[in-house]
């Protein structure tokens, strides 16, 4: 992919929205763009976070292992982010990514990732965003995952 659609794609998602094309330019000249089939693990739980990725083109699934199988607890599409939490918390990866079709995304280094939290506090406010709306639907989902459990349901 050419650098110039690279920036044109980086611009398109909300974490760089407010980003001036000539700092978008750095980001994408420092990321290396990713290409995964479908099924193709994008990054496995367990394993050190080294990069986050931003999904330029294609849709991913998150899955969590747990006794009973691996349990799907989100769907990426263009435009998300993932693999912060690794990064951000210096802890192995919370999840495993897998591409649920062909899929285009930017992986972005460790190092360059939390240098652009530091230089842009607007990507960094839209990281805590997206991690906090993340972390309100797991809620959600665990406390249907008890009701149903206990033998409640949902709502009807």
Same mark, same amino acid.
């Given at each position: 992919?050419?650098?110039?659609?690279?920036?044109?794609?980086?611009?398109?998602v909300?974490?760089?929205?407010?980003?001036?094309?000539?700092r978008?330019?750095?980001?994408?000249?420092? !990321?290396?763009? +990713?290409?995964?089939?479908?099924?193709?693990?994008?990054? /496995? &739980?367990g394993?050190?976070?080294? =990069?986050?990725?931003v999904?330029?083109e294609?849709?991913a699934?998150?899955?969590?292992?747990?006794?009973?199988g691996?349990?799907?607890?989100?769907h990426l599409?263009?435009?998300?982010?993932?693999?912060?939490?690794?990064?951000?918390?210096?802890?192995?990866?919370?999840?495993?990514?897998?591409?649920?079709?062909?899929?285009? !995304?930017l992986? +972005?280094?460790?190092?360059?990732?939390?240098?652009?939290? /530091? &230089?842009?506090?607007?990507?960094a =406010?839209?990281?805590?965003?997206?991690?906090a709306?993340?972390?309100?639907?797991?809620?959600?989902?665990l406390?249907?995952?008890?009701?149903l459990a206990?033998?409640?349901g949902?709502?009807?």
């Open positions: 992919m050419l650098l110039k659609s690279e920036i044109d794609l980086l611009r398109a909300p974490l760089f929205a407010g980003i001036e094309p000539s978008l330019k750095l980001i994408a000249y420092t !990321a290396e763009t +990713v290409m995964y089939r479908e099924g193709q693990v994008v990054c /496995r &739980q394993e050190r976070g080294d =990069a986050a990725f999904l330029m294609g849709e699934d998150v899955s969590i292992a747990s006794d009973g691996d349990f799907v607890v989100a599409k263009t435009g998300d982010v993932v693999g912060e939490i690794a990064i951000l918390c210096d802890v192995p990866r919370t999840a495993t990514v897998t591409a649920k079709t062909r899929l285009s !995304a992986r +972005v280094r460790k190092d360059a990732f939390l240098q652009l939290l /530091r &230089q842009f506090p607007e990507v =406010a839209e990281v805590m965003r997206g991690l709306e993340r972390l309100s639907h797991t809620n959600a989902e406390v249907r995952a008890r009701n206990a033998g409640q949902g709502p009807r």
